[in-house]
């Protein structure tokens, strides 16, 4: 790829050197300019596009030329022109499209024409989608992201984006890539992106550098899971004319050839729809181009609207390639007003590329060596598009602040103004303090997760912070060292608790990590921490509930962690645990009822007094693998980003009698599978299916047990890995062998969509169940329905649940965001 780069900049200097170069200016015939309007040499897959700003430049050897300018919705226009060595100017006004209804008849009554050309169009959808099952071809990317408004401030931080700049209305992030772009039909495909430029950031990578063919011959387009899990459905899919109304516009001719105009519109607000203009070349069927959009009628998520205009040309006989496609995004959000233009220009396609044997492989963007070092000079002799006024200013601007971002006084004073506290940080989210200079950052936590209150401790503060520095200068590197104190207090019972974690990563190619971590602590008796302290807090306080059940423990850990590739991570672990069992020294709650019924700081259900104090030397090891796994690549590392199959994990831990002391003695399995399908319009199922048990149990603790997470408050707790209703310790067991599952559908607007004002809300079904079975006698199930996707963020769902030989459990669990409400988290 590093030769290939090198060899394009030598190819095209010589090119240019005995190259005319021809410029100019494409706008309509009021001189408002047509932003990315596609340039091609007639008779040739020579082309260009131009920018925003309408403007455009080609290098052509000495010749005479058909120069063609062509834009969605106008009439194209042909020049021919002459060019030595010398540059020439040649602007286009194009007029728009002069649509003939003449020699359509319509009856009164009758159906839209349009409707018989979409039929046809449809016959030749599969036919299309398939004709070109294996290409390759080289890409132009540049996007931009602009802003027209913001709020001064956002949860309690200062908005400032360093640029010295005050006004309202700026470019926040532009980028450009020169990529090739490999597709093999019908689930292959390779980027191999060879230059990359983002504005301001040197060593960074364009990471939307997404040559992806928006192809509407699909009959469901997957665009962007974040705008819509479900989909969006095509104008010309086998189904669209359940969806779609139509209605003929008129026709053009290009190349003797006539092109239909159909104005494509939703039958039904709130599905996913495109609504705007397909051009259809007739007797062909095939798409000529589109001028597409999506609202939040829509059903899209997140952005406000996405308009999409594409441009195919013929390439050879009966095969049309794409030549252009631009993107158009925009936002209002929580005071934020962006939008932007993500434009692709296509060219020198190849229909039958010879490739190498295991040329695709699970990486499916790579990024050369020194795609993102690339000089000035470079992009002036490769660029397509030529640069808007702004644009050139940007990088000049942004590349200069960075240089002077570098020095240690500016990070010192950019170090001041980020570091000041703030409420929002002190009380609910926490606060980081950063030197930039040292490459060191320190988090401390939200006073909401500091302070809790429970039986066993009274009053508690557990203040957790972490330490971390970045080895390496590079903002990318994998390289850096965590430690992380945790100091707890407990006021009613004055136990003092300390520990520290200390965690190293690293790993150029894969991530790995080593933790290492000691002290004496606060555990739960189930060590997978199912009871959020701040739950626990409010339950205690007002329903004299004290779930969370504790004991302390003298402790000393290591684990270490790698990625090995391919999906595959594997994890090896040594964990010692002198425990000394705790009882409640509290029975104080706001309500002041007379007779208190807080139960005993020990799993009740389980056992009939406290454990002893006793020791616990326990080896683990887990697998995990997820076949298909693909894999962003980049000079120094590799990066998983997604798998279409399900992810499979293997846990082994092992209970070591007679070292430091251990009485314990067992050795325990778990094997667990977990997917998330995605359905299309239908939906998604998520699932998660476990099976485990032990070997042989001659001597554990409750600690030991395996525990199934259940959940006593009315915050919902991790959907597929926990219970809803279930009592938390109820049915914690060392049995040979149990089966666990959870199942859960979303619906993602599917059925709600068909409501008339509620689907206003965007509110979501969401169904499922959860169960486990241990024997005949020892089995739960519990049913779930709700509404998800409330406010953007929250969730709502009635459970039901049955234990055998007991009455049936009801209640209502609200879903919160992960993080929302904080917790200590795991170690």
């Not at 490999?182 to 997404?210: C, H, I, M, R």
């Not at 971002?405 to 926490?430: E, F, M």
């Not at 707790?717 to 666990?740: H, M, R």
């Amino acid at each position: 790829m590093k030769h290939f780069a090198l060899s394009v900049i030598a190819c095209i200097s010589f090119i240019s050197s005995f190259a005319g170069k021809i410029s100019g200016t494409v706008a309509d015939e009021k001189g408002q300019v047509l932003a990315y309007a596609s340039i091609l040499v007639k008779g040739t897959a020579k082309g260009t596009s131009a920018n925003n700003e309408g403007k455009y430049f080609l290098y052509l050897e000495p010749g005479t030329y058909t120069i063609v300018a062509q834009y969605v919705g106008y009439e194209r226009k042909e020049k021919q022109i002459t060019i030595g060595n010398e540059n020439l100017l040649l602007d286009f006004q194009l007029r728009p499209q002069q649509l003939s209804l003449a020699e359509v008849v319509v009856k009164p009554g009758g159906e839209d024409p349009a409707y018989d050309i979409i039929r046809h169009a449809i016959k030749k959808r599969a036919y299309y989608q398939q004709q070109l099952d294996k290409f390759q071809c080289e890409v132009y990317i540049k996007g931009q992201l602009r802003l027209r408004n913001f709020p001064k401030s956002f949860m309690g931080q200062k908005i400032d984006f360093e640029d010295g700049d005050t006004s309202k209305k700026k470019i926040v992030y532009l980028y450009e890539t020169l990529a090739r772009y490999t597709v093999a039909k019908p689930d292959k495909s390779k980027v191999e992106v060879y230059s990359t430029k983002v504005s301001g950031q040197s060593g960074a990578f364009g990471f939307l550098s997404n040559p992806q063919i928006i192809s509407f011959y699909e009959n469901n387009m997957d665009i962007a899971r974040n705008l819509n899990p479900r989909g969006f459905i095509s104008p010309i899919s086998d189904n669209a004319l359940h969806y779609y109304k139509y209605k003929f516009e008129g026709v053009f001719h290009e190349d003797g050839k006539e092109v239909n105009k159909i104005k494509v519109t939703p039958k039904r607000k709130f599905e996913p729809l495109f609504s705007g203009y397909i051009n259809i070349v007739d007797g062909d069927w095939r798409i000529h181009s589109v001028d597409l959009a999506l609202t939040k009628e829509s059903q899209m998520e997140f952005l406000d609207t996405f308009r999409i205009e594409q441009l195919y040309v013929p390439f050879e006989k009966d095969v049309w390639v794409i030549k252009t496609q631009v993107i158009y995004p925009s936002i209002k959000l929580l005071g934020f007003d962006a939008y932007g233009s993500f434009v692709n220009v296509y060219s020198k396609f190849d229909l039958s590329p010879s490739l190498p044997k295991k040329f695709f492989s699970s990486t499916v963007l790579k990024f050369d060596e020194g795609s993102n070092k690339r000089p000035a000079d470079y992009w002036d002799t490769i660029r397509p598009v030529p640069l808007q006024l702004d644009e050139i200013a940007d990088y000049r601007k942004k590349d200069s602040l960075e240089k002077l971002r570098q020095s240690p006084h500016y990070l010192d004073s950019v170090d001041r103004i980020r570091n000041k506290p703030t409420a929002t940080g002190i009380l609910l989210t926490g606060q980081a303090i950063n030197k930039e200079k040292t490459r060191e950052q320190f988090n401390y936590p939200a006073l909401i997760s500091t302070f809790s209150y429970n039986t066993v401790e009274g009053l508690a503060i557990n203040w957790r912070g972490t330490y971390t520095k970045r080895i390496d200068s590079s903002a990318f590197s994998r390289r850096s060292i965590s430690v992380t104190p945790d100091l707890r207090y407990g006021f009613s019972n004055t136990h003092f608790n300390a520990y520290a974690v200390v965690r190293y990563n690293y790993g150029k190619k894969y991530f790995s990590s080593f933790n290492i971590a000691g002290g004496k602590r606060v555990y739960q008796f189930n060590n997978a921490n199912p009871i959020n302290p701040l739950y626990n807090t409010f339950s205690t306080l007002f329903w004299e509930s004290n779930y969370m059940k504790l004991y302390e423990a003298w402790f000393g850990k290591i684990y270490f962690n790698k990625t090995i590739g391919d999906g595959l991570r594997v994890g090896i672990g040594l964990q010692y645990q002198d425990r000394m069992p705790l009882e409640n020294s509290t029975d104080y709650s706001f309500v002041s009822w007379k007779t208190r019924s807080f139960t005993k700081n020990y799993p009740v259900e389980l056992l009939s007094q406290n454990i002893p104090r006793h020791q616990a030397f326990i080896a683990n090891a887990e697998i995990i693998w997820q076949p298909g796994a693909k894999y962003i690549e980049f000079p120094d590392r590799k990066m998983m980003i997604r798998s279409d199959y399900p992810r499979f994990q293997l846990s082994w831990q092992q209970g070591v009698p007679d070292i430091f002391g251990s009485n314990i003695d067992y050795s325990k399995w778990k094997f667990s599978i977990n997917q998330t399908l995605n359905l299309k319009l239908a939906g998604s199922f998520d699932y998660h299916i476990s099976a485990g048990g032990f070997l042989y149990a001659n001597k554990l603790f409750v600690p030991d047990y395996y525990h199934f997470n259940g959940n006593q408050v009315v915050i919902a707790s991790d959907y597929l890995t926990s219970f809803q209703l279930l009592p938390y310790y109820k049915y914690s067991n060392k049995a040979p062998i149990y089966g666990e599952g959870h199942i859960e559908y979303h619906l993602n607007g599917f059925l709600t969509n068909k409501i008339p004002l509620f689907r206003n809300l965007n509110w979501h079904l969401v169904a499922g169940a959860n169960g486990f079975f241990i024997d005949p006698y020892t089995n739960y199930i519990e049913a779930f329905a709700g509404l998800e996707n409330i406010l953007k963020l929250f969730r709502a769902d009635f459970v039901w649940g049955y234990e055998r030989g007991n009455q049936s459990l009801m209640g209502i669990r609200i879903g919160i965001p992960v993080g929302f409400i904080g917790g200590n988290p795991n170690d």
